[in-house]
């Protein structure tokens, strides 16, 4: 494996993590634009305009853009989530001058009106596919209930009345401010070589615009208790709680993400031996979110709603005991050799890579090849986990509720 | 596509191995087809084999359920457990040297379980508990519906077995399961990544050579489903709408054709459903079609989910264009196919789970393997004119339509 970097005098930031013997490429656009970067009015625009992206500029139609990609057999999408707009694909390496070509494409489409009328019906579909998605629905609510009037509470599809109401002109003005050169990270794993990155990264990125967006980043002071339920006939019981977690900045991340492991993982962890495997619950997990500036513990409950409360309660005693008691080096041992195992098979494909390789950068301009972030992993300790429960003790701020339930106790 | 090292060998009492050496990985990962699947649960007890592939890993040989998930934890192995129509697969992957620790323990779970009784109600609500999900997820569930239309039974039905069925299910049930499946002479295991040979059937022939040869059951008998139209209401954000119809199954020589015909329907953002459904009428986000099977036999399965108001059209829609193939195809669009399968072959090759899942199954359908120079000279060899003759002798026709959502739909008549 070989790293490089280079800046081009726009401000785009390119980094590669090259290796000669893989079978493929992968190569990822992220952009620092998401929800959290949205005023009201144009609720869920970076998700649409990920949507519009993919059809075409004044050289390519959409029809085009989909063609060449399918001509080159590449695996290739997109993702928008609170803080990063990702453009990816993977293809195979002699492909690599096409599949930058489009890719970069993506990054400046026209925008024409009449495609951005047709995709709004497709957005509008999508927001309702989610909507029958009941562990999304709640997973929605408790962020926008737990970061009220913080940027991060934004949502990421917006609602049928934000989408219907946007206008491609505000989508314009979006876009000129949001992608600018200095905003973006071009990320690519694998097969290539630097010289011809460089080359072709030049030939399709050096005139685009510099500059770079202010982003607010103060950790969120969610308040206490509070609480939304959505009624729907269904047969579970879905709960998702939030409380403050390490930022993506904070050192503390990693213990962060073992304890998740440790407590909360889908197979030989704390809450998994308690519920699931007792079948009180059919899901039964912690996970740890980090965001710039902020972070979450999220706890997730998917259970028959009457053993809803029963089932709250045993989490909160697990939680109890941890916070006054951590966990065992025996735990901790186990879930070092849980994520260094998904670590390194992940890392045997190009595609694996990519996320870890643009998420470094983007959030820390730190680079990582596998054996730094096995060597970190290795030096987190039990005291390293105390500090940690001690700034964000394990528990919940805010609940939200979908399912059958019109109360849930705290 | 360079050179593929796969070799085989059946031990005496049965057992196959099917593995696949592989360059540039540190991994190994393995699939071990058991033949126990949902299909062979007796009639008023479906989901036997489901409850029986989680009670299975609780506790074998030496060790209980929790000291049998740490040994794994410890190995680093990423694993995964489940029953599908005809099997019950344990797969899993983790760094090549580990991969002897790690099948010893699955020497005793294949062949030393405990199924242990008072962890029985445990295993059969986790079972419930997953089926309930399935009603509360209208696309899921169309599929799931979809399924047990079009396929005869016990093959359409859901692997995961019929909520109505688990208060029957006792604990002697799954043991039965267990002494009637669970025999070397149909398992196949496959093994896939930084392996010797030689090794691993040595390894494979400790650990499972004193595993007893037994007589196979009987295979159970197909029932077909006469009715073609469904409707389900619920009341659900968007109608999810699943169309079923024939195809070829793996293994016959068609099947390539059969694979293109689907691929120019639904393979990548340029194909026609996106296009048509998608990209032009802004119908619906998801839109597909995949070609699925038994031994046997073939089915293409369509879905699409939208708002109910535009439910009709985008019906209409769909089918128009299942059937509309039939006029003609591209050049172009065979191209596109061959584009992606000559990709995505070759990157198969950087995913050892990959490798050995599919060793296993086609160990499975074809009692061989087929490398992915065959398949790929297969494909390649493909033209227009054979692909649209395929559809012309398996036309889209005779539809199995399910619908899930506020209201029904109409289904055209004429094409049904």
Known sequence: ?410 | MGKQLIQTHQFANGLTLVTETMEGVQSAAFSIMVPGGSIYDEPHRRGTASILSDLITRGAGPYNSQQLSCALDDLGVQRHEGASSAHITFSGATLAGNLGETLKIYGEILKAPHLPKDQFDASRAGTAQALLSVEDDPRQKAMVELKRRTFPAPWGLPSDGELADLQHITIKDVQAQYESCFHPNETIIGIAGKIDFEEVKQMIEEIFGDWEFRAGREEPDLVPEEEKIFFTEQESTQSHIGIAYDAVPYGHPDYYAAWAAVGILSGGMSSRLFTEVREKRGLCYTVSASLTGMPGLGRVLCYAGTTTERAQETLDVTLQELVRVGEGIEESELERCKARAKSSLVMSQESSSSRASSIARDWYYLQRVTTLDQISEEIQQLTTKRVLDYIHTYPATNFTVLTIGPQPLEVPSDIS
């Open chain 1, 1 to 410: 494996m070989i790293f490089h970097k280079v800046q081009l005098k726009n401000g785009l930031q390119i980094i590669a993590e090259l290796n000669p013997h893989a079978h493929s490429v992968a190569v990822g656009y992220f952009v620092r634009a998401g929800s959290r970067d949205e005023s009201t009015p144009v609720s869920g625009v970076s998700h649409f305009l990920e949507h519009m992206a993919f059809k075409g500029n004044e050289k390519y139609s959409a029809d085009d853009v989909n063609r060449i990609f399918d001509e080159i057999g590449a695996n290739y999408n997109a993702s928008t989530s609170e803080e990063i707009t990702l453009f990816y694909g993977s293809f195979l390496p002699e492909y690599i001058e096409t599949a930058m070509e489009l890719l970069s494409t993506l990054i400046y489409p026209s925008l024409r009106k009449e495609d951005f009328d047709m995709e709004k019906k497709v957005i509008l579909e999508e927001i309702g596919m989610y909507d029958d998605l009941h562990s999304f629905t709640a997973y929605e609510k408790s962020m926008q209930t737990h970061f009220a009037g913080h940027p991060l509470g934004q949502s990421i599809l917006g609602t049928v009345q934000s989408i219907t109401d946007l206008t491609d002109d505000q989508m314009r003005q979006y876009h000129t401010d949001h992608y600018l050169a200095g905003n973006l990270t071009l990320a690519i794993a694998g097969n290539a070589d630097w010289d011809q990155i460089l080359e072709l990264a030049n030939r399709f990125c050096a005139d685009w615009p510099a500059g770079t967006c202010d982003r607010p980043t103060d950790e969120a002071t969610p308040a206490k208790n509070r609480q939304v339920i959505i009624e729907k006939e269904i047969q579970q019981q879905h709960i998702m709680q939030l409380a403050p977690a390490p930022a993506a900045q904070d050192p503390l991340r990693l213990p962060a993400e073992l304890l998740s492991v440790i407590l909360g993982d889908d197979s030989n962890s704390r809450l998994y031996w308690k519920l699931v495997d007792t079948g009180l619950a059919e899901s039964a997990e912690l996970g740890f979110n980090e965001y710039d500036g902020s972070g979450t513990w999220l706890t997730y409950l998917c259970s028959d709603p009457e053993l809803t409360e029963s089932n709250l309660q045993i989490f909160q005693e697990i939680y109890d005991e941890v916070n006054a008691n951590g966990v065992t080096q025996e735990e901790l041992d186990r879930a070092k050799n849980k994520i260094a195992s998904r670590l390194v098979l992940r890392s045997e494909r190009p595609m694996g890579r990519l996320s870890s390789l643009g998420g470094n950068w983007v959030y820390r301009q730190e680079y990582f090849s596998v054996e730094d972030d096995l060597k970190l992993l290795e030096s987190v300790t039990l005291e390293s986990i105390q500090e940690l429960l001690k700034k964000y003790p394990l528990g919940h701020s805010t609940t939200a509720a979908v399912g059958p339930m019109v109360t849930i106790g705290d």
